[in-house]
């Protein structure tokens, strides 16, 4: 295992009581990268991210950051390693009852020692970062679902955070937006220095941004290819590798929401 | 069913073949199954079976039903089928239905559960039900814990808005239902009382019943349909729509965060709509002494004065504070646990109301009991 690794997973196995979603995941994330986690719909790929920022908890398996067992640790060390995460939720996950700038300012309340007029500013600047400058003062309900995505984002990167996870950044964007997400996230990566995981089954934004990348496989319950998306395109003897990243007649549902 | 298309089979040498005719519409229904039993109970002897669509009028969805179902039979029975005479159109929908077979396992087959299965599953679903509102309880008593310590998470602003709404917005609906409350009681009494010549005593009967009982009980019961279900609703949608995942992962606990402040003004709000209930419900006892019987407002009041003991208001606002916590905890409870979709959380909300009205019940049987063992 390269020492770089920034997230490492291993053996995990995901389940919904006695169903079993996903047996005995093992992959690494290098850091720095962009990790994209491939799959159909319903083959467990947000389930996967959920197990990574402990929503869920795993059947069998471990998850590490660095060298730390995100699994194993303690409520409190949990809590400090969740601190360096963003997230951003399929729909945004803002709070409908605060105002753009009290969603993102609500974790630099909490974990920083900042006044409340600085804690504004800086919203007011994470925001101007993903291209709502102005809208501080607006409920999630008053802007699109792409300026939402978008809100989210600004809360996610509120505490520079070293890891960001996606879960379908692109889902109900149209194509224009979900590029302009997708050179965002590429953006934030260099300017945070960030690893970014991201969970999606849109092939344009996959070699858009992938360095690397996993698909799961809803049928074998299981990683069926690893690697840069294009090496697997060029390289994959294996049919339904082939068939997912090129939009394959054999699984025409694949490029479909849900 | 006049007009409607209809089929007949004849045999031609070693194939059946099967004529269909007329308009099929949907609107006009399907051929009965056992139509198409009987017309195939010859085709086990027939090598294959052969379309005629001579005399076949237009057709939509319900002849392609019609002839999967026979293809599909015919499948069962090992006999050959020529579809070349069937409308083209009809062919590629049938080859769009049988493009993908049907996965192995998909189809749910309904088990009907012994007794015994049932039990245990209804058991263990108790069992867990119960765990889930220890593990709730405990969760609580320590955010009110890091609350008097003055460690919470919570936004005081939040605590204000859930102040505010569960005291002076419940204002109008309280007034109405005690001062009906009141006025309910005193007829009642006053019918009885009169028999008596003992009019008068509709005072100490209303003033008592509201002190004690009927403040609390009320302003608790409109607080869990109205207060308690809003609850459960709130943190159901911000279930649904992932905001109780994104406070989690910003490790700030949604027991502090969202349930703290909803705990702490109900439970504060309470006794003092409980209070502002009994005194309403008094005042419409006075209306109804004063109007139907002979009874001045002078009377009335000196006669609740008397009537009234500090004790009788204490053990009313004492136990409104109790069941505050318990409406709240319901509504909080079953919005944290609520499903994601539209239904679950309007099952969360009317969980939430019933389980806050039974628990105010069962403890105001137990403060009963209590209060009279004390000798309250």
């Given at each position: 295992?390269?020492?770089?690794?920034?997230?490492?997973?291993?053996?995990?196995?995901?389940?919904?009581?006695?169903?079993?979603?996903?047996?005995?995941?093992?992959?690494?994330?290098?850091?720095?990268?962009?990790?994209?986690?491939?799959?159909?719909?319903?083959?467990?790929?947000?389930?996967?991210?959920?197990?990574?920022?402990?929503?869920?908890?795993?059947?069998?398996?471990?998850?590490?950051?660095?060298?730390?067992s995100?699994?194993?640790?303690?409520?409190?060390?949990?809590e400090?390693?969740l601190?360096?995460?963003?997230?951003?939720?399929?729909?945004?996950?803002?709070?409908?009852?605060?105002?753009?700038?009290?969603?993102?300012?609500?974790?630099?309340?909490?974990?920083?020692?900042?006044?409340?007029?600085e804690i504004?500013?800086?919203?007011?600047?994470?925001?101007?970062?993903?291209?709502?400058?102005?809208?501080?003062?607006?409920?999630?309900?008053?802007?699109?679902?792409?300026?939402?995505?978008?809100?989210?984002?600004?809360?996610?990167?509120?505490?520079?955070?070293?890891?960001?996870?996606?879960?379908?950044?692109?889902?109900?964007?149209?194509?224009?937006?979900?590029?302009?997400?997708?050179?965002?996230?590429?953006?934030?990566?260099?300017?945070?220095?960030?690893?970014?995981?991201?969970?999606?089954?849109?092939?344009?934004?996959?070699?858009?941004?992938?360095?690397?990348?996993?698909?799961?496989?809803?049928?074998?319950?299981?990683?069926?290819?690893?690697?840069?998306?294009?090496?697997?395109?060029?390289?994959?003897?294996?049919?339904r590798?082939?068939?997912?990243?090129?939009?394959?007649?054999?699984?025409?549902?694949?490029?479909?929401?849900? | 069913?006049s007009?409607?298309?209809?089929?007949?089979?004849?045999?031609?040498?070693?194939?059946?073949?099967?004529?269909?005719?007329?308009?099929?519409?949907?609107?006009?229904?399907?051929?009965?199954?056992?139509?198409?039993?009987?017309?195939?109970?010859?085709?086990?002897?027939?090598?294959?079976?052969?379309?005629?669509?001579?005399?076949?009028?237009?057709?939509?969805?319900?002849?392609?039903?019609?002839?999967?179902?026979?293809?599909?039979?015919?499948?069962?029975?090992?006999?050959?089928?020529?579809?070349?005479?069937?409308?083209?159109?009809l062919?590629?929908?049938?080859?769009?239905?049988?493009?993908?077979?049907?996965?192995?396992?998909?189809?749910?087959?309904?088990?009907?559960?012994?007794?015994?299965?049932?039990?245990?599953?209804?058991?263990?679903?108790?069992?867990?039900?119960?765990?889930?509102?220890?593990?709730?309880?405990?969760?609580?008593?320590?955010?009110?814990?890091?609350?008097?310590?003055?460690?919470?998470?919570?936004?005081?602003?939040?605590?204000?808005?859930?102040?505010?709404?569960?005291?002076?917005?419940?204002?109008?609906?309280?007034?109405?239902?005690?001062?009906?409350?009141?006025?309910?009681?005193?007829?009642?009494?006053?019918?009885?009382?009169?028999?008596?010549?003992?009019?008068?005593?509709?005072?100490?009967?209303?003033?008592?019943?509201?002190?004690?009982?009927?403040g609390?009980?009320?302003?608790?019961?409109?607080?869990?349909?109205?207060?308690?279900?809003a609850?459960?609703?709130?943190?159901?949608?911000?279930?649904?729509?992932?905001?109780?995942?994104?406070?989690?992962?910003?490790?700030?606990?949604?027991?502090?965060?969202?349930?703290?402040?909803?705990?702490?003004?109900?439970?504060l709000?309470?006794?003092?709509?409980?209070?502002?209930a009994?005194?309403?419900?008094?005042?419409?006892?006075?209306?109804?002494?004063?109007?139907?019987?002979?009874?001045?407002?002078?009377?009335?009041?000196?006669?609740?004065?008397?009537?009234?003991?500090?004790?009788?208001?204490?053990?009313?606002?004492?136990?409104?504070?109790?069941?505050?916590?318990?409406?709240?905890?319901?509504g909080?409870?079953?919005?944290?646990?609520?499903?994601?979709?539209?239904?679950?959380?309007?099952?969360?909300?009317?969980a939430?109301?019933?389980?806050?009205?039974?628990?105010?019940?069962?403890?105001?049987?137990?403060?009963?009991?209590?209060?009279?063992i004390?000798?309250?």
């Open positions: 295992m390269a020492t770089d690794a920034h997230i490492r997973v291993h053996g995990l196995t995901m389940a919904y009581g006695s169903f079993v979603l996903m047996r005995d995941l093992t992959f690494a994330v290098r850091r720095g990268a962009v990790f994209v986690v491939m799959g159909g719909s319903g083959s467990g790929k947000s389930t996967l991210l959920r197990h990574l920022i402990g929503l869920n908890e795993p059947a069998a398996g471990e998850v590490f950051y660095g060298d730390v995100f699994t194993r640790a303690t409520p409190e060390a949990r400090g390693m601190r360096r995460f963003g997230v951003l939720y399929q729909s945004g996950a803002l709070f409908s009852s605060l105002t753009l700038a009290e969603n993102v300012g609500l974790p630099l309340g909490e974990y920083t020692h900042l006044s409340p007029a504004r500013e800086v919203a007011a600047l994470k925001l101007a970062l993903v291209g709502l400058r102005g809208f501080e003062d607006y409920y999630p309900s008053q802007i699109s679902g792409g300026m939402q995505k978008r809100a989210g984002l600004a809360r996610a990167i509120a505490l520079d955070p070293e890891i960001l996870f996606f879960d379908e950044p692109s889902a109900g964007l149209d194509p224009v937006s979900s590029r302009r997400l997708d050179d965002l996230i590429l953006e934030l990566r260099h300017s945070l220095g960030a690893t970014v995981v991201v969970v999606t089954h849109e092939l344009a934004s996959i070699f858009a941004i992938a360095d690397d990348s996993v698909l799961l496989d809803a049928d074998s319950r299981t990683i069926i290819a690893s690697g840069p998306p294009r090496e697997l395109l060029a390289q994959s003897a294996d049919p590798v082939h068939a997912f990243l090129t939009r394959g007649e054999e699984r025409p549902g694949a490029e479909t929401h849900g | 069913m007009g409607s298309g209809t089929f007949s089979v004849a045999r031609v040498d070693d194939a059946l073949c099967v004529h269909l005719t007329g308009v099929w519409s949907l609107d006009r229904g399907l051929p009965p199954p056992a139509a198409l039993e009987r017309a195939l109970e010859g085709a086990a002897s027939a090598r294959r079976v052969v379309f005629d669509t001579a005399g076949l009028g237009t057709w939509d969805s319900s002849l392609v039903t019609f002839v999967a179902q026979l293809v599909e039979r015919c499948m069962r029975l090992g006999v050959g089928i020529e579809r070349r005479g069937l409308p083209p159109g062919l590629r929908l049938l080859a769009l239905a049988e493009a993908v077979p049907e996965k192995a396992g998909a189809r749910a087959h309904p088990v009907r559960a012994s007794i015994a299965v049932r039990i245990g599953t209804a058991t263990i679903a108790a069992w867990q039900e119960a765990v889930g509102w220890l593990a709730f309880l405990g969760g609580a008593t320590l955010a009110l814990g890091r609350f008097l310590i003055g460690r919470a998470r919570y936004r005081r602003v939040d605590l204000a808005i859930e102040l505010q709404d569960a005291g002076a917005r419940a204002l109008p609906i309280v007034t109405l239902i005690s001062f009906l409350v009141g006025m309910i009681m005193a007829f009642v009494g006053a019918v009885q009382l009169q028999q008596f010549g003992a009019s008068i005593y509709v005072a100490n009967m209303v003033a008592i019943a509201m002190a004690r009982e009927m609390a009980m009320m302003t608790a019961i409109i607080m869990a349909g109205r207060t308690g279900s609850y459960a609703a709130q943190l159901g949608t911000m279930n649904v729509s992932q905001e109780i995942d994104a406070l989690t992962t910003m490790g700030i606990p949604a027991m502090d965060f969202l349930v703290l402040p909803r705990m702490l003004a109900l439970s709000m309470l006794p003092l709509l409980a209070v502002y009994d005194f309403v419900g008094i005042v419409g006892g006075a209306v109804v002494a004063t109007g139907m019987l002979d009874v001045s407002l002078v009377q009335y009041w000196e006669q609740t004065k008397s009537a009234l003991t500090v004790t009788d208001f204490t053990t009313g606002v004492g136990k409104s504070a109790v069941f505050g916590i318990l409406v709240a905890v319901a909080c409870l079953q919005g944290l646990r609520s499903g994601r979709s539209a239904a679950a959380v309007g099952a969360s909300a009317t939430a109301v019933v389980s806050a009205i039974v628990l105010v019940i069962v403890a105001d049987g137990l403060f009963a009991v209590v209060f009279n004390l000798g309250i």
